[in-house]
């Protein structure tokens, strides 16, 4: 997130680089895009309205990028805003798809099966193993029980960090203060 923030940040100083006719145009472009992203990650866990929104950002990637081709070939722009401003963008662009791809990448289903069948057979174990004993331990029990339970739903709930108790809601707060700086 913070890469992204700082790309878009990158990108939105060097629109400075653009011919000043086309600069208003772009710059809103630029605002639109970054509220989509931001509207994007509000949108999770609602995967469908997330991939809608996303959609958007993309939709304004191509809208930013021929206005930025259009108006730096200008003559009054030089060879040099063309590379720094068409890189910011490009880099930009390529955070959104980097996000995207890792939001979708998770470990494979075998991984948590395997996880809960661990979980399971520790259980039957410290049960058979207490089973013989005359004086039972509940405490003892239940916290093993709670412990093991713990551990699963914080392993998952790191894995979809929008969804639980573990949240990066926070972090989102990041590309938000870009946004605000976007006057």
């Not at 997130?1 to 145009?25: C, F, I, S, Y």
């Not at 980097?98 to 075998?110: E, F």
């Amino acid at each position: 997130m913070v890469e992204e923030a700082n790309a878009v940040g990158t990108a939105w100083l060097r629109m400075d680089l653009v011919p000043a006719p086309a600069q208003p145009k772009l710059r809103e472009a630029m605002r639109a895009y970054v509220d989509s992203r931001i509207a994007t990650y509000r949108a999770l866990p609602d995967v469908g309205a997330a991939r809608a929104e996303l959609a958007r950002s993309q939709a304004l990637q191509g809208e930013i990028w021929s206005q930025a081709v259009r108006a730096l070939r200008d003559e009054k722009a030089g060879v040099g805003a063309q590379l720094l401003v068409l890189r910011a963008l490009n880099d930009m662009f390529n955070y959104t798809t980097t996000r995207s791809a890792a939001s979708l990448i998770h470990p494979p289903a075998i991984i948590y099966w395997m996880l809960i069948a661990f979980s399971v057979a520790a259980a039957i174990l410290a049960g058979y193993q207490t089973a013989g004993e005359k004086d039972y331990d509940w405490p003892h029990k239940i916290g093993f029980a709670a412990m093991v339970a713990l551990t699963v739903y914080v392993i998952f709930d790191i894995e979809y960090p929008r969804l639980g108790l573990v949240r990066m809601d926070a972090i989102d707060r990041v590309l938000v203060e870009v946004r605000e700086g976007m006057r």
